[in-house]
């Protein structure tokens, strides 16, 4: 098979060779100024490339395609090169079209269209092969990670070219990573390292290393994980009451957050255990009361723990009585109202004594002012000043 196309490659050859003796003997006419037209072609590895080379006018004159190496694929509609991935697509005398399936990188190059007149005219047309990245895979994640830990994680991605580009997402926010290029041959290995110091607020949290690159044309490659973080307890206590009164149902329920997960929580009252559990319910992480009384007041403590740590909260729980807490409403409404009259009367005095000092003042400026036309001194111009408060006390204005 091989010396075949060898051998029909050198038949090619001898009849390039007899077009150039003939039309050298004017047998053939070249066509002035006629070249073939190409076009650059960009396919992604594993896809298929069209070449295509066109002349407008041509009298028969064959149109040959070559690869990078000079290597004849096809004269005309004849094939030239045993591969089995070229194929013809399309042979007339102004245009030749092969076809190229499943490119590879070592695909990639210039390849020329020939068209035998005299001189022989060519055209390049460079394949731009693409290397498709593959999908990222994402190390260093430590399962479960403890609440404070430093950890680094790594995204990977090999086979692209041109170089990816990786992004990092938090959920669905951007976070920057620090991304590192190498080659490997034809494509490049890219990293992007993120480095994290988890909390608890990380628990659940998945992390996305997305790979961008132009050939991923539908959607981008990408890898999640989803972080585990451990750690100890928090706990509250809410109540279903503000204002607790004998007779009323009461339910006090123990929040509390922590991983893996306080469960049970234990209950006690002023650092003992529950008493009359008839009308104290625990269940699960609630203290319900069904029916409150005098008897209940005290301070109820609720604790949790897992393997990190315990936490605890206090509620002290006093039981008004019902009557005497709509007597004190009526207290609190009377003193509220002395109140008010107290501050109304104390402004209405900052407001009077104000004026009064303001008048004084004015006057006492004025008669200082009479004293000193004829005064050489001021001591003088106050002596002045009181010689002549007789005749300028009916003189005075009084400012209201």
Same mark, same amino acid.
């Given at each position: 098979?091989?010396? @075949?196309?060898?051998?029909?490659?050198?038949? /090619?050859?001898? /009849?390039?060779?007899?077009? =150039?003796?003939?039309?050298? =003997?004017?047998?053939?006419? &070249?066509? #002035?100024?006629?070249?073939?037209?190409?076009?650059?072609?960009?396919?992604?590895?594993? &896809?298929?490339?069209?070449?295509?080379?066109?002349?407008?006018?041509?009298?028969?004159?064959?149109? !040959?395609?070559?690869?990078?190496?000079?290597?004849?694929?096809?004269?005309?509609?004849?094939?030239?090169? %045993?591969?089995?991935?070229?194929?013809?697509?399309?042979?007339?005398?102004?245009?030749?079209?092969?076809?190229?399936?499943?490119?590879?990188?070592?695909?990639?190059?210039?390849?020329?269209?020939?068209?035998?007149?005299?001189?022989?005219?060519?055209?390049?047309? /460079?394949?731009?092969?693409?290397?498709?990245?593959?999908?990222?895979?994402?190390?260093?994640?430590?399962?479960?990670?403890?609440? &404070?830990?430093?950890?680094?994680?790594?995204?990977?991605?090999? &086979?692209? @070219?041109?170089?990816?580009?990786?992004?990092?997402?938090?959920?669905?926010?951007?976070?920057?990573?620090?991304?590192?290029?190498?080659? #490997?041959? @034809?494509?490049?290995?890219? %990293?992007?390292?993120? !480095?994290? !110091?988890?909390?608890?607020?990380?628990?659940?949290?998945? /992390?996305?290393? %997305?790979?961008?690159?132009?050939?991923?044309?539908?959607?981008?490659? !990408?890898?999640?994980?989803?972080?585990?973080?451990?750690?100890?307890? %928090?706990v509250e206590i809410t109540r279903s009451l503000e204002v607790p009164q004998e007779g009323q149902y009461l339910k006090l329920e123990c929040v509390s957050k922590g991983n893996p997960s306080p469960d049970p929580v234990m209950w006690t009252k002023d650092g003992s255990e529950l008493p009359d559990l008839d009308r104290m319910i625990v269940e699960g992480r609630e203290l319900t009361f069904t029916s409150l009384n005098k008897t209940d007041n005290g301070t109820y403590r609720c604790e949790a723990s897992n393997h990190l740590g315990t936490s605890s909260a206090e509620y002290v729980l006093y039981v008004y009585d019902p009557n005497a807490l709509g007597q004190h409403g009526t207290d609190h409404a009377l003193i509220g109202g002395v109140v008010a009259v107290v501050v109304f009367v104390t402004l209405c005095l900052i407001i009077v004594l104000g004026r009064y000092l303001a008048r004084h003042k004015g006057t006492y400026l004025t008669n200082e002012a009479k004293g000193a036309d004829d005064a050489p001194d001021a001591d003088t111009a106050i002596i002045n000043a009181e010689g002549n408060h007789a005749h300028a006390e009916e003189k005075k204005e009084y400012f209201i």
């Open positions: 098979m091989k010396l @075949k196309s060898h051998l029909i490659f050198t038949l /090619y050859t001898i /009849y390039g060779i007899l077009l =150039k003796v003939m039309a050298s =003997k004017g047998k053939v006419r &070249g066509i #002035s100024g006629q070249y073939p037209l190409v076009q650059n072609v960009t396919v992604t590895e594993g &896809g298929t490339a069209n070449l295509t080379c066109r002349v407008e006018f041509n009298d028969n004159t064959s149109l !040959q395609w070559s690869n990078p190496a000079q290597q004849t694929l096809f004269f005309g509609d004849k094939k030239a090169l %045993r591969d089995n991935r070229i194929e013809l697509v399309r042979a007339t005398s102004s245009e030749l079209t092969i076809s190229i399936s499943d490119v590879t990188l070592s695909d990639e190059g210039m390849y020329t269209c020939s068209l035998f007149t005299m001189p022989v005219r060519t055209a390049k047309a /460079y394949l731009t092969v693409l290397g498709v990245p593959e999908k990222p895979e994402i190390d260093g994640l430590t399962k479960p990670a403890m609440e &404070g830990d430093h950890i680094t994680l790594t995204c990977i991605t090999q &086979g692209s @070219k041109p170089a990816a580009d990786l992004r990092w997402f938090r959920n669905e926010k951007e976070v920057k990573g620090a991304k590192e290029v190498n080659a #490997s041959g @034809k494509t490049f290995t890219v %990293r992007s390292s993120l !480095q994290l !110091q988890v909390d608890r607020n990380d628990d659940g949290v998945a /992390y996305t290393c %997305r790979v961008d690159h132009v050939a991923l044309t539908q959607a981008p490659q !990408q890898a999640t994980e989803v972080l585990e973080v451990h750690y100890a307890p %928090r």
